[in-house]
């Protein structure tokens, strides 16, 4: 799976958690402290004129994450970060990321390793999810994979990107994932 990925492959993983684990991630994210930030992370004059959004790194369920990304990719994972993402399409609406897709844009490990990067949505929508783009300058995706709970979307860290937005809803809550594929330390 990692050497699909690492060529620009997309995997689907549907039921990724339990239930039980997913039901209380979900609750999880209602109750985090989420600080107001914006996408890409570059300078802009204020956060509307990027992707305006909320974080909070999400640590729970760390090792759970770990042991199925690894038996997924069956590879190792020296390092992994969770983020948890808040949206508020009010503010999508006022922002210059306003439209079906996002900015268009790819998750680069800084150390140049082998990064996964991962998606799971909470909410189930059909023009919800993820748009992948063979190129940044492309308006619309060649791969669309839709929103739906539970599922993990897994691609390489360098994979053009954008999320794909459902204006019928009033937020959207997500897990981003980024795996740093390699031995552990120790």
């Known amino acids: 799976m990692f050497d699909y990925l690492m060529s620009g492959g997309i995997c689907v993983k549907p039921n990724f958690f339990s239930g039980n684990d997913f039901t209380q991630m979900k609750q ?3 109750e985090l402290k989420y600080n107001q930030t914006y996408q890409p992370d570059t300078y ?6 990027a992707f305006p959004c909320y974080e909070s790194n999400y640590d729970q369920f760390k090792d759970t994450i770990i042991n199925r990304l690894e038996g997924v990719l069956k590879s190792d994972i020296s390092s992994l970060n969770v983020i948890a ?4 399409m ?3 609406k006022q922002s210059k990321s306003y439209g079906k897709y996002g900015f268009v844009h ?4 800084d150390n140049n390793e082998p990064l996964i990067a991962g998606m799971m949505y909470f909410d189930q929508s059909f023009d919800g999810g993820t748009g992948f783009f063979e190129n940044h300058w492309d308006k619309t995706p060649d791969i669309y994979v839709s929103a739906y709970p539970n ?8 994979r053009w990107h954008a999320p794909a937005f459902d204006y019928t809803f009033e937020e959207r809550k997500t897990l981003s994932f980024f795996a740093t594929i390699g031995k552990k330390d120790g």
């Open 28 to 30: 999880d994210l209602e």
């Open 44 to 49: 802009y004059g204020n956060r509307l004129q």
């Open 85 to 88: 993402r808040k949206t508020l």
């Open 90 to 92: 009010s503010e999508v």
């Open 106 to 109: 790819r998750d680069i490990d």
């Open 151 to 158: 599922r993990l979307i897994l691609y390489h860290g360098h």
